[in-house]
């Protein structure tokens, strides 16, 4: 078992907790990117949060930082953070952590974790806590022009490959800030995302701003968008092209956002 | 735009305005005493990203939006737009301020002007079905979060037992008191238990050991449950909803059977309006 060493923030940590943080956090969607002057603002200036509220666990021999904890004296862990699988520094953590809030007459503790992260729930649990479900992330959309030429960046050769189409995408809601019509014309040499009609596209994909956002965000499948009537493509049996060409571009991971995050 | 009130930019001689709005109504996080902090001192702030509504000269309302880097997928990290608080005074409510406020950023030339694709927030379900999703095509994500609680001491509800001591005492309560003698006790997963005794000079939280054997009814569940059941409209119909299909139990002495009844009452009394 390995040996801990706890202590207190110390100016000059602040590096090797965004490097931490980054590191643990950076596979979900909806991660923001820390920075030492963002965290420094996100946690250390922040009104309820003192330097003795801060908690770092080193590993003894290595003296790496395994993980830390931000606790608000509002009862909010506003970061936690433990390296993968490591149950033992999550446990002292958040055991530190209620301690803390024990000590400062806090009513309540509250505390974010990923829901994939069998560690950080077990550990939760067998501490007495019990899941809530309070707040929800929701996104919107300003332009779907950006989105979409985002999404097919990040996957431009599994799309070029996959696709030779000019498909053309007419929103029937859209208010006056997003684009009526964009199209994607995607060729052997990449995807170009424009707004307006694209010359003789080979598809036409009629639907509306919730249903075209809901399945970019991977809450609708793109099947389920067509059988409802939701989404109509013309012609109709070019529908699994669209299909496969949504389903590719469509966001994978899972949202996840600490309490800091929010507030 | 419309006639009776007008949305323009944030100005620098607003500040007392709006920070005097946003601690009127978010009073109960923070004392709302963090404007400084989350906006002035926000390395991400631009203050042309807040926006406000005024009736004859007077801030009425203000929605405060902030760039953030975010990840959406894969690689993909970029600008988005993180929409923050939004606060309008009870009086302007339902009138299509805090739709107006959100139209006005929306349009605004510094958000066009840094092509921005996603604009995010958090909120509860109820306020996102009510207003966020009708004025602004909100959707929810895939929910990667899990939000654990833990109620350390019940120092809140001590101070409620006292308000409302004090209510029944000027004789103001408009509702019937339960029973003198009446014990009830709050087994809740996740928070110390609770047992509240009816006294003759009011309510009081009976620190007794044997709390178990003493109490007259005894409700039981996941403090999540009983969260919702306090965050519901209908309280009386969730709690029976709750009851019926066993997510809270109900343990009464046979002698104070009817005494359910006033359980309920001291649950809705007692309790904040969030019980964590």
């Given amino acids: 078992m390995n040996c ?187 995807v170009d995302v424009f707004e307006g009609l694209v010359e003789s596209p080979t598809i036409l994909v009629k639907t509306d701003v919730k249903t075209l956002l809901s399945v970019l965000v991977g809450v609708l499948s793109p099947r389920r968008a067509f059988l409802s009537f939701r989404m109509r493509v013309k012609p109709f049996w070019k529908f699994p092209v669209v299909n496969r060409f949504l389903c590719s571009l469509r966001m994978e991971n899972s949202w996840y956002w600490p309490l800091g995050d929010f507030g | 735009m419309n006639k009776e009130f007008l949305c323009r930019v944030f100005r620098k001689d607003d500040e007392n305005a709006v920070k005097q709005l946003v601690e009127s109504i978010f009073s109960g996080f923070l004392e709302g005493k963090y404007w400084n902090w989350k906006y002035k001192e926000n390395p991400y702030f631009d203050s042309r990203l807040v926006a406000v509504a005024e009736v004859n000269g007077e801030i009425v309302g203000c929605n405060h939006w902030l760039f953030r880097d975010l990840k959406f997928s894969g690689s993909v990290v970029d600008k988005a737009v993180l929409a923050a608080d939004v606060a309008v005074r009870p009086y302007y409510r339902g009138k299509g301020l805090g739709s107006s406020l959100l139209q006005f950023l929306r349009s605004s030339n510094i958000v066009k002007s840094r092509n921005v694709a996603l604009i995010y927030m958090f909120a509860d379900l109820e306020l996102a079905k009510k207003f966020h999703t009708p004025a602004a095509g909100y959707v929810l994500v895939p929910d990667g979060t899990v939000q654990y609680t833990k109620v350390l001491n019940w120092k809140k509800v001590k101070q409620n037992i006292d308000l409302l001591n004090d209510e029944m005492r000027s004789g103001n309560l408009g509702r019937k008191v339960p029973k003198r003698g009446l014990k009830v006790l709050f087994k809740m997963s996740a928070a110390p238990p609770l047992c509240i005794h009816v006294k003759e000079d009011g309510l009081a939280v009976d620190e007794s050991e044997n709390l178990d054997g003493n109490a007259d009814v005894v409700v039981s569940g996941d403090l999540s449950v009983l969260n919702r059941i306090k965050m519901a409209k209908r309280r009386r119909w969730s709690f029976l909803k709750a009851l019926l299909t066993g997510k809270i139990k109900v343990k009464v002495r046979l002698s104070k059977l009817f005494s359910v009844f006033d359980a309920l009452w001291i649950f809705e009394e007692v309790f904040g309006k969030k019980m964590t």
């Fill in chain 1, 4 to 190: 801990y060493e706890v202590r207190n923030f110390v100016e000059g940590d602040e590096e090797r907790i965004v490097e931490v943080f980054n590191e643990v956090y950076e596979k979900f969607s909806g991660y923001v990117p820390r920075t030492v002057e963002y965290w420094r603002w996100c946690c250390l200036k922040r009104p309820d949060v003192r330097e003795d509220g801060i908690f770092l666990v080193f590993d003894k021999e290595t003296g790496n930082l395994e993980g830390y904890a931000v606790v608000g004296l509002s009862g909010n862990i506003w970061e936690l953070c433990s390296k993968p699988n490591r149950e033992d520094v999550a446990s002292i953590l958040l055991d530190r952590a209620v301690c803390y809030l024990e000590e400062n007459g806090v009513s309540a503790v509250n505390v974010n974790v990923p829901a994939d992260d069998q560690t950080l729930n077990e550990v939760c649990r067998k501490m007495g806590f019990a899941k809530v479900d309070v707040h929800k992330m929701f996104v919107g959309i300003l332009s779907f022009r950006k989105l979409i030429f985002m999404l097919a960046q990040d996957k431009t050769g599994v799309l070029s490959k996959m696709f030779r189409e000019k498909i053309c995408i007419e929103m029937k809601d859209a208010p006056f800030w997003i684009e009526k019509v964009i199209s994607i014309n995607i060729n052997g040499e990449g």
